[in-house]
């Protein structure tokens, strides 16, 4: 993070403010002109390489406010959970930094659109759960609003699914993935590392436990 103190020192006053809430109100509002435009604004915004090559510019941007899912309440359950964890993050590191984080998200995703020939912003925002949940580690959610279950348990889960991807998947998935999350790896690649280590024994530890307890009963 010395990097992005630095930076912050210098050019700390050129940044979006609330930058978080900008990207959710856009998302609603293409979501919102979608259901009444007669023009396809989702295939318009889309990060398509080939059209960025065209002269199409404005999809480098315009592809991080296509929501992820069409359906009304899944939207409102996913930008409200978006929020949530975007504006905990800008509020723990500061409006600089945090759009220094989603940028980095951004470049990654472009770099792999150039590579695979369309691009996403799902590795974003999964890039920024993983941010919180390597900061807020014991954060708990309700899952299917009834089981409550751990961030830290939600992004074990959620990469273990994206090491999946990346050993089986093609190389068009595998660059997306690398490229995507790049920006976890830049802030949280030692931390992570120390998390999944500290995890690993913890799980040990306690099945010794269970273990000797087994012993002791017999």
């Not at 509020?91 to 984080?101: A, C, E, P, R």
């Not at 802030?187 to 024994?201: I, L, P, S, W």
Request: with cysteine; charged share 10%; net charge positive.
């Amino acid at each position: 993070m010395k990097w992005v103190n630095k930076l912050e020192r210098k050019y700390g006053h050129i940044c979006i403010p609330h930058l978080m809430l900008v990207i959710i109100m856009g998302q609603a509002m293409v979501f919102l002109a979608s259901m009444i435009s007669p023009v396809n604004l989702i295939g318009k915004f889309s990060l398509i390489w080939p059209a960025v090559m065209r002269g199409e510019i404005w999809r480098l941007f315009t592809f991080v406010f296509i929501p992820q899912t069409m359906n009304p309440i899944g939207l409102v359950i996913t930008l409200y959970f978006y929020y949530l964890i975007g504006n905990t993050l800008e509020n723990t590191w500061g409006d600089f930094q945090f759009n220094v984080y989603y940028l980095c998200g951004m470049l990654g995703a472009i770099l792999a659109s150039a590579f695979t020939g369309i691009g996403t912003s799902y590795y974003i925002n999964l890039s920024l759960f993983f941010a919180f949940a390597t900061l807020y580690p014991d954060f708990q959610v309700l899952l299917f609003f009834i089981i409550p279950i751990k961030m830290k348990y939600m992004a074990l889960f959620s990469g273990a699914l994206c090491l999946i991807d990346l050993l089986f998947g093609d190389w068009s998935t595998r660059i997306a993935i690398l490229l995507s999350l790049a920006n976890f790896l830049l802030f949280f690649g030692g931390d992570f590392t120390r998390m999944v280590k500290q995890e690993a024994r913890y799980y040990k530890t306690r099945q010794a436990w269970r273990s000797q307890n087994r012993n002791n009963w017999r």
